[in-house]
């Protein structure tokens, strides 16, 4: 199995920046693919960066040139470097990891979310 830690959520103003990390342990060699949601109260659940073991990003259009994803496979983990934020930014976000397929399902995991408020 694979357990996501995730950190550096907070509040923040808008135009500030954060970084958020998700510390991988387990079973990570088996992961393909790394990213990074969020849902806001009343949202449902959005994407927002992926990575992948090769290093390929995606971004949401509403992130892009703005938030960064990378990851530290030294240290197993990957972040979310988030620059220039607004209010529409506020949601929990999530680390998200997906694993390998077997028993006739792909398996993934998740993270417990981290809250970022972006507010004056």
């Known amino acids: 199995q694979v357990q996501l830690v995730e950190s550096g959520g907070g509040l923040v103003q808008p135009g500030g920046s954060l970084r958020l990390s998700c510390a991988a342990s387990?079973?990570?060699?088996?992961?393909?693919?790394w990213g990074w949601y969020r849902q806001a109260p009343g949202k449902e659940r959005e994407l927002v960066a992926t990575?992948?073991?090769?290093?390929?990003?995606n971004y949401a259009d509403s992130v892009k040139g703005r938030f960064t994803i990378s990851r530290d496979n030294a240290k197993n983990t990957v972040y979310l470097q988030m620059n220039t934020l607004k209010p529409g930014d506020t949601a929990v976000y999530y680390c998200?990891?997906?694993?390998?397929?077997?028993?006739?399902?792909?398996?993934?995991?998740w993270g417990q979310g981290t809250q970022v408020t972006v507010s004056s």
């Open positions: 998200h990891a997906d694993g390998p397929y077997y028993g006739g399902v792909y398996h993934d995991y």
């Open positions: 387990g079973s990570i060699f088996s992961i393909y693919a």
């Open positions: 990575i992948t073991s090769g290093g390929s990003t």
